[in-house]
């Protein structure tokens, strides 16, 4: 396709100025994704030793890293690539010491104490693996997942961070992850160092994780981290990935998933069709051995489902102006529903008032809408294929299982490099490929499918790291970071063209309409589903991130000095034409009979028919502009790790961070100034004590941006590490730090642009048909001269319902992190035990309307016009919405209690357990794509915000994950088998088993009201919500929680209905955002993986696998029915969870 082949131009183009940058910069953001090798040189009397040579040696590359012990003893060599290591130390008249085996993981710290033997430097003394599992350089709290378990556990979807569940204190729920007590999308990920999700314009969900056999290991920072960490009040994602090594090494592999393999879900009578195969390579190895080394894998998706869907299509005979058959059920008779001449009425154009059916209930041609007339001809509407679901108004007529694809393509990319004894470098981009065969029309509806529309995501992402060593106690690590995300949202190749032109649809057709028109004669009496684009129809955004940042490391005496910048570029440019050829809405309004009396006839009147004449209800266009929104980051830091003594080390640091506010390339964006003085006060309806006015850039007294820049954030940051006992296995680690956060939600790129887009909104009466179109010059760019104080007020040129902006006071929020952790190795085993706190301050809520009536302002409805109870009055009368975008008005409070015990894969054994509890209060409510246990948990009044205080729906008390890895000890050269024949072997020997099990409790939810008083409940769809009364003293949960349903239905009881009841008028009532006391269900997941390897030669294995996730397909109830007096209020009738089994084969070599 023509995108993917430009984009990728692009993306060579944008590559080759961003390594000529890099060399010529060195700046970015690398230090985090390196490790550092530390530890003390001692002679045998335990006196330290200065000026001993260390070398520092990656096994798997041969690159080396020299550096020299201090004054004090201590060697440190900082800024190495994750991987295996050996260190070399010499001096002379001590043995050569070297260790082998030393494991070094991703933005870690790996101690090994050296002691050097009395003799000459050609004698030798070598040790394995001794490095110091406890961490004793920090009080920061993480878990590194290791390379095994990346590789060898199961892992549905191959989604990498899947695995962030073996993180005490981190989950993954609905594919984003929540860390330390933090909401989700407040996490920030980096991939060798920089930023991989387009965090800048409000969206730190995970954009990009990338394979599997890409990722060699990642580590989650959860709680107090040092303050080279920044712009994230939730924990940080940290991935590298994989290098070439001394040898060529490579792999092949695919994992096949079909539907046939899987068990039914709880309920289910059918299962979902699925087609998944993920396969691809990957190859590394040496271009010049200890030199330069090369690693690339692809990893090709190519995932098919299918569903059924069903739709009501009409008869065949509609199509031709017919009704003679339309029928309904009516008073328990099926009957023909007449159709009335609009031409007969006699009222206006608008409210026709027909009073005369058409003769036989069929509409002639010669009084068809032209523009309906050239649809119909097109053949855009299936004729049935199947009886209906309904034969008395012939709905569900039309079925078909319907393919849904995904194919795309990831290709990684990475260069090792030694510049010298003294500087080395790397490259590695990552790169996603959608594939465009997808790219086709739907059987039936052609292009007029309302599933029809397509997307295409691109994804780039690329790191360049340089690190040089100045002198053995000066080193610097700066890298250059480019993310990229392209979004392509359309009708595709077959179906993008100018419909509003072929169809003769005025004035649309002069501005490309490339999606098809959104007709909407769905429902009544007899229905026929609306066929067309949905909303968002056409779209093309494109999201840059810049990082540049550099740290330099100064060792001296007892201190590890750290500080550094670091700068970020944010950009989105996005063109959401969301509507190019109009959504066209119909009713029964002007095919309904009046009788003499001019009274409306019940049941009269059908949809189809209207459209068929033209005649609208509404109808509305919107043309976005390319909207350019971009943000600059700065930060700088200073850390210093002193080591006090041999056995305690403390940990201070200070971070300055500041962000722009978001601003538009060209201006075009508003802003709302809430107690300005309104210009138009006293004037008509509007009293004279109205305030607030809609503000624009560079105008009115206001500049580039149109709300505060915070500039005041300093984050300090402490730790501790404090070695106890004479073996010094045991370590007493804490941390407190400050941590501002990613300072917007998702809303930043595309709202907030009043009078900017080209858009019309026209309900009835409206004095056109649909051939005649909307009226000219509706969708005129709207000039400057009109973007006045008094814009979009009532009774102006461009009256507006809702105004969006963001808050003019933002600050930025953040986070205050503590713990306490104590950690013990034995043997190969770690224990660590933790108490975290993490208290959140201007946490984001989804968007609020601030036009609410006062609670105690209700009761004056009796008396008072609604509008003149709101506080900002000036705006149209249909519900005026002043609505603040994810205002940082909220407090989280998260304790949690971890447990971790941890054997790294070792001797063909490898186990994680992780406990966690956790009490977690807030009043912050669900936020765009945020992912929660719970549920309802919008507010009830914002004037109250304290009110709403309760147990977050994150909040899950108990929480249990496991994941054993264990090669079975039989086969030739094992404990059991050792000499076995080769066939016998083949068949018995080289068994593996993996699992990752969870078991949790359930989390806290809320409960609404279905029907309430209409004068409190009219504010429902702007982010608030009515909730009931609870009965005094009543027992909340019912007293057969858990057993099944009585009658026939499916499901099982959880809540007593009668512990509620609805609202009295005009008031608001006390259940809680989430109940006091109540959870919801818990869930068990036990995935395994079960694995026969065959070895052969020396490097190849061939390994066949089965996975099998939630092998005893295991029901996981879903939340019970929260709508009070609602049908099955309280009850839970649908479970999620059922046995899904994946088949893999793949060869090492």
């Given at each position: 396709m023509s995108n993917r082949r430009h984009g990728l131009a692009g993306v060579q183009f944008v590559l080759g100025i961003l390594i000529s940058v890099a060399i010529a910069m060195h700046h970015g953001r690398a230090q985090t994704a390196?490790?550092?090798?530390?530890?003390?040189?001692?002679?045998?009397?335990?006196?330290?030793?200065?000026?001993?040579?260390?070398?520092?040696?990656?096994?798997?590359?041969?690159?080396?890293?020299?550096?020299?012990?201090?004054?004090?003893?201590?060697?440190?060599?900082?800024?190495?690539?994750?991987?295996?290591?050996?260190?070399l130390v010499e001096l002379e008249g001590f043995k050569r010491y070297e260790a082998r085996g030393l494991r070094l993981n991703v933005g870690s710290t790996l101690t090994h104490p050296v002691v050097l033997e009395v003799g000459v430097v050609t004698e030798q003394v070598q040790v394995s693996g001794q490095a110091l599992v406890v961490e004793?350089?920090?009080?920061?709290?993480?878990?590194?997942?290791?390379?095994?378990?990346?590789?060898?556990?199961?892992?549905?979807?191959?989604?990498?961070?899947?695995l962030v569940n073996l993180t005490p204190g981190a989950f993954m729920q609905g594919g984003e992850v929540s860390v330390g007590g933090s909401r989700t999308q407040s996490t920030a990920q980096q991939l060798d160092g920089v930023q991989s999700s387009r965090a800048g314009l409000g969206a730190n969900q995970i954009d990009l994780a990338p394979p599997i056999d890409a990722v060699r290991e990642f580590k989650v920072e959860v709680n107090a981290m040092g303050a080279e960490y920044g712009r994230s009040s939730g924990?940080?994602?940290?991935?590298?990935?994989?290098?070439?090594?001394?040898?060529?090494?490579?792999?092949?592999?695919?994992?096949?998933?079909?539907?046939?393999?899987d068990a039914r879900g709880w309920a289910a009578d059918v299962k979902p069709t699925l087609r998944r195969n993920n396969f691809g390579g990957s190859l590394g190895g040496p271009i010049r051995k200890n030199k330069t080394l090369f690693f690339y894998n692809l990893d090709l998706l190519r995932d098919h489902t299918a569903s059924v869907r069903t739709r009501s299509v009409g008869l065949p005979e509609f199509q031709q102006g017919d009704f003679s058959r339309a029928t309904a059920l009516v008073?328990?008779?099926?009957?023909?529903?007449?159709?009335?001449?609009?031409?007969?009425?006699?009222?206006?154009?608008?409210?026709?008032?027909?009073?005369?059916?058409?003769?036989?209930?069929?509409?002639?041609?010669?009084?068809?809408d032209p523009v309906a007339t050239r649809i119909i001809e097109g053949r855009y509407i299936p004729a049935p294929n199947r009886p209906p679901n309904n034969v008395y108004n012939n709905s569900g007529n039309w079925q078909q299982n319907a393919l849904s694809a995904d194919h795309r393509n990831y290709h990684t990319i990475r260069l090792d490099h030694e510049l010298s004894t003294s500087t080395r470098a790397y490259a590695r981009f990552l790169f996603t490929e959608p594939d465009d065969s997808l790219d086709h029309a739907s059987q039936g509806y052609g292009p007029a499918d309302p599933d029809q529309l397509y997307l295409w995501n691109n994804r780039y992402n690329l790191a360049l790291n340089v690190t040089h060593l100045f002198s053995p106690t000066l080193f610097l690590s700066s890298t250059l970071g480019f993310n990229r995300l392209t979004i392509h949202r359309g009708s595709g190749a077959c179906c993008d063209t100018n419909w509003a032109e072929k169809f003769g649809i005025p004035?649309?057709?002069?501005?490309?309409?490339?999606?098809?028109?959104?007709?909407?004669?769905?429902?009544?009496?007899?229905?026929?589903?609306?066929?067309?684009?949905?909303?968002?129809?056409?779209?093309?955004?494109?999201?840059?991130?810049?990082?540049?940042?550099?740290?330099?490391?100064?060792?001296?005496?007892?201190?590890?000095?750290?500080?550094?910048?670091?700068?970020?570029?944010?950009?989105?440019?996005?063109?959401?034409?969301?509507?190019?050829?109009?959504?066209?809405?119909?009713?029964?309004?002007?095919?309904?009979?009046?009788?003499?009396?001019?009274?409306?006839?019940?049941?009269?009147?059908?949809?189809?028919?209207?459209?068929?004449l033209g005649r609208l209800n509404s109808v509305s266009v919107n043309l976005e502009p390319m909207m350019g929104k971009r943000i600059r980051y700065y930060a700088g830091y200073l850390q210093d790790d002193i080591r006090l003594t041999p056995r305690l080390t403390i940990n201070l640091g200070v971070r300055y961070e500041t962000e722009t506010p978001a601003s538009e390339v060209g201006g075009r964006m508003n802003g709302f100034s809430p107690y300005k003085p309104n210009p138009l006060a006293g004037q008509g309806d509007i009293p004279a004590w109205a305030t607030g006015i809609v503000t624009f850039p560079n105008r009115f007294g206001y500049g580039k941006y149109l709300w505060r820049w915070d500039k005041n954030n300093i984050a300090p940051r402490f730790g501790f590490a404090w070695r106890l006992g004479r073996k010094e296995n045991t370590v007493l680690r804490g941390g407190f730090g400050l941590f501002y956060a990613e300072p917007y939600s998702r809303n930043v790129q595309q709202v907030a642009r009043m009078s900017f887009e080209q858009s019309y909104e026209g309900r009835h009466p409206l004095p056109f048909t649909l051939a005649q179109g909307i009226p000219a010059g509706a969708l005129d760019p709207i000039p400057e001269s009109e973007r006045t104080p008094t814009f979009g007020m009532r009774g102006t040129r461009f009256a507006t319902s809702t105004v969006q902006f963001f808050d003019e006071a933002r600050v930025v929020g953040y986070s205050l992190d503590c713990n306490l952790t104590l950690q013990h190795q034995w043997r190969s085993w770690l224990f660590e035990v933790g108490a975290?706190?993490?208290?959140?301050?201007?946490?984001?809520?989804?968007?609020?309307?601030?036009?609410?009536?006062?609670?105690?302002?209700?009761?004056?409805?009796?008396?008072?016009?609604?509008?003149?109870?709101?506080?900002?009055?000036?705006?149209?009368?249909?519900?005026?919405?002043?609505?603040?975008?994810?205002?940082?008005?909220?407090?989280?409070?998260?304790?949690?209690?971890?447990?971790?015990?941890?054997r790294r894969f070792r001797d063909g054994f490898g186990l994680v357990l992780a406990y966690t509890f956790s009490s977690w209060i807030d009043n912050v409510i669900f936020v765009g794509d945020d992912t929660t246990f719970g549920d309802n948990d919008q507010i009830q009044n914002i004037y109250c915000l304290a009110c709403e205080r309760s147990r977050s729906t994150n909040s899950v008390p108990h929480r249990l994950v496991f994941g054993p890895i264990w090669d079975?000890?039989?086969?030739?050269?094992?404990?059991?088998?050792?000499?076995?024949?080769?066939?016998?072997?083949?068949?018995?020997?080289?068994?593996?088993?993996?699992?990752?099990?969870?078991?949790?409790?359930?989390?806290?939810?809320?409960?609404?009201?279905?029907?309430?008083?209409?004068?409190?409940?009219?504010?429902?769809?702007?982010?608030?919500?009515?909730?009931?009364?609870?009965?005094?003293?009543?027992?909340?949960?019912?007293?057969?929680?858990?057993?099944?349903?009585?009658?026939?239905?499916?499901?099982?009881?959880?809540?007593?209905?009668?512990?509620?009841?609805?609202?009295?008028?005009?008031?608001?009532?006390?259940?809680?955002?989430?109940?006091?006391?109540?959870?919801?269900?818990?869930?068990?997941?036990?995935?395994?993986?079960?694995?026969?390897?065959?070895?052969?030669?020396?490097?190849?294995?061939?390994?066949?696998?089965?996975?099998?996730?939630?092998?005893?397909?295991?029901?996981?109830?879903?939340?019970?029915?929260?709508?009070?007096?609602?049908?099955?209020?309280?009850?839970?009738?649908?479970?999620?969870?059922?046995?899904?089994?994946?088949?893999?084969?793949?060869?090492?070599?």
């Open positions: 390196l490790g550092t090798i530390t530890g003390v040189v001692k002679d045998p009397s335990g006196a330290v030793i200065p000026g001993a040579r260390v070398q520092v040696i990656n096994d798997e590359t041969g690159m080396v890293v020299a550096v020299q012990s201090q004054a004090d003893g201590t060697y440190l060599a900082p800024s190495l690539v994750p991987g295996e290591y050996r260190i004793t350089t920090s009080g920061q709290v993480g878990h590194t997942v290791q390379v095994e378990q990346i590789l060898e556990m199961p892992n549905q979807n191959r989604n990498v961070y899947n924990g940080v994602l940290n991935a590298v990935t994989r290098s070439g090594t001394n040898e060529f090494r490579g792999a092949l592999y695919e994992f096949v998933r079909n539907d046939r393999f008073g328990g008779q099926v009957r023909v529903v007449p159709i009335y001449d609009p031409a007969t009425g006699t009222g206006t154009f608008a409210e026709p008032r027909a009073t005369q059916p058409f003769p036989g209930n069929v509409i002639p041609k010669s009084r068809w004035v649309l057709a002069k501005v490309a309409g490339e999606a098809f028109p959104r007709l909407n004669f769905g429902g009544g009496l007899v229905p026929v589903d609306a066929i067309g684009a949905t909303g968002n129809a056409n779209r093309f955004a494109a999201f840059n991130n810049f990082d540049y940042d550099f740290q330099f490391t100064r060792v001296g005496g007892k201190h590890t000095l750290k500080f550094g910048f670091k700068h970020q570029r944010f950009q989105g440019n996005d063109n959401n034409r969301r509507q190019p050829s109009g959504t066209w809405a119909f009713t029964e309004r002007f095919t309904r009979g009046y009788d003499a009396q001019g009274k409306a006839i019940a049941n009269t009147g059908i949809r189809f028919a209207e459209f068929l975290l706190a993490k208290l959140g301050r201007h946490v984001p809520f989804a968007n609020i309307n601030l036009n609410h009536i006062r609670p105690e302002d209700l009761p004056k409805l009796e008396t008072t016009p609604q509008l003149l109870l709101r506080p900002w009055p000036i705006f149209a009368i249909d519900m005026p919405q002043i609505q603040v975008m994810s205002p940082n008005w909220g407090i989280s409070n998260a304790y949690l209690g971890t447990f971790r015990a941890e079975l000890p039989v086969g030739r050269g094992r404990m059991m088998g050792r000499s076995w024949h080769p066939v016998l072997d083949g068949i018995a020997g080289g068994w593996q088993f993996s699992m990752l099990g969870t078991i949790r409790s359930g989390a806290p939810f809320g409960v609404t009201v279905l029907n309430g008083p209409l004068e409190i409940r009219g504010d429902a769809a702007d982010g608030t919500e009515l909730r009931p009364n609870l009965v005094k003293d009543a027992r909340i949960y019912d007293a057969r929680k858990g057993q099944p349903l009585e009658g026939g239905n499916r499901g099982i009881y959880w809540l007593t209905p009668d512990a509620f009841y609805l609202p009295e008028r005009y008031h608001l009532d006390n259940a809680s955002r989430t109940l006091p006391g109540v959870l919801g269900p818990g869930a068990i997941d036990l995935d395994l993986m079960l694995a026969k390897n065959w070895r052969f030669r020396e490097h190849y294995r061939l390994q066949f696998r089965w996975e099998a996730y939630n092998f005893i397909n295991h029901p996981n109830w879903n939340l019970p029915g929260q709508s009070v007096g609602g049908s099955g209020f309280g009850w839970i009738t649908g479970a999620s969870g059922r046995r899904i089994m994946q088949f893999g084969l793949k060869l090492y070599f």
